[in-house]
């Protein structure tokens, strides 16, 4: 058995993942790691990236750039031009970053689900009753990015993005086991909502979820970090227009995005849960389009 197959192994029973993942100091660690990760020493850097491949199956073969000068360096890297390219056919909604499909369906009047029996509401999701209302039988789709997944996301469709709201919170862990034991877990960690409006005037929103060991959330539309640290007003008015797989931002570390879209649009056939897609993956289809 390989160092890697027996942590694998240990990390799977239930109890000691959520023991090693959630129950240690998990704002001071995140803190932590978003300062350990930009150090660039090369002891430091080779060291850390060498133990991230122990714990995963990190794959550096498509990064645009074969050095890089810290860990976060490496876990925010971009790939060579073309790898990621978004759907073309415009009544595609494209996913907005690499990820595993977790729970997906209609939300029932304001209410939608983080595994099956687990529900939470978007009120305490997205803290907006105009954007609830706009949502409120519309359809959702979380993805979940692992730790050694490229970690930025991108537009999924032609809109306009008319605001981010930062919402402070915890840094819980959001694998499947945490999200089995831990109630609301996404209405519970920190997370920031981007309401975006497609040409048609419909709501289709995104809200990454940071969790442990995710520092901070970078929009290249705001300029800003968004994370515990960020003080002052929490919600940023934007006036950005963007077309289907322009890059957004990124996570400096793996974590969620919920994809929040109009009732009428149908899930593409591929779409189950466990099931991983790419950046620019078709995820949804406009039958009106």
């Not at 150090?39 to 890089?68: M, Q, Y």
């Not at 930062?166 to 909502?193: M, Y």
Request: include cysteine; proline fraction near 6%.
């Amino acid at each position: 058995m390989t160092v890697r197959s027996l942590i694998s192994a240990l990390t799977q029973q239930e109890d000691l993942n959520f023991l090693l993942t959630n129950r240690i100091p998990r704002a001071a660690l995140t803190r932590f790691m978003g300062w350990f990760s930009k150090i660039e020493n090369p002891l430091v850097r080779d060291f850390s990236i060498g133990c991230w491949r122990l714990f995963s199956d990190l794959d550096l073969s498509e990064a645009k750039k074969t050095h890089f000068k810290s860990l976060h360096d490496c876990f925010t890297r971009e790939l060579r031009p073309g790898l990621r390219p978004a759907d073309p056919d415009p009544a595609i909604v494209a996913s907005p970053s690499d990820g595993i499909i977790g729970a997906f369906g209609t939300i029932r009047d304001g209410e939608l689900y983080q595994i099956k029996g687990a529900p939470y509401s978007l009120i305490d999701l997205l803290g907006d009753p105009a954007l609830v209302e706009a949502h409120r039988n519309g359809r959702f789709l979380t993805l979940r990015l692992t730790s050694s997944m490229y970690h930025r996301f991108h537009a999924p469709h032609n809109g306009h993005i008319d605001q981010v709201t930062l919402i402070h919170g915890d840094t819980w862990n959001v694998n499947p086991i945490a999200l089995k034991r831990v109630e609301r877990l996404f209405c519970k960690n920190e997370r920031a909502v981007i309401r975006t409006r497609l040409a048609t005037g419909e709501a289709l929103t995104l809200v990454p979820v940071a969790a442990i060991l995710v520092a901070s959330i970078r929009l290249h539309f705001l300029d800003i970090v968004l994370n515990a640290g960020t003080r002052g007003p929490l919600v940023f008015p934007c006036d950005v227009n963007v077309k289907k797989g322009d890059e957004l931002g990124w996570f400096e570390h793996g974590s969620t995005i919920i994809v929040l879209a109009p009732a009428h649009f149908s899930f593409c056939d591929h779409v189950a849960e466990g099931v991983h897609v790419r950046a620019g993956q078709a995820l949804l289809r406009n039958p009106s389009a």
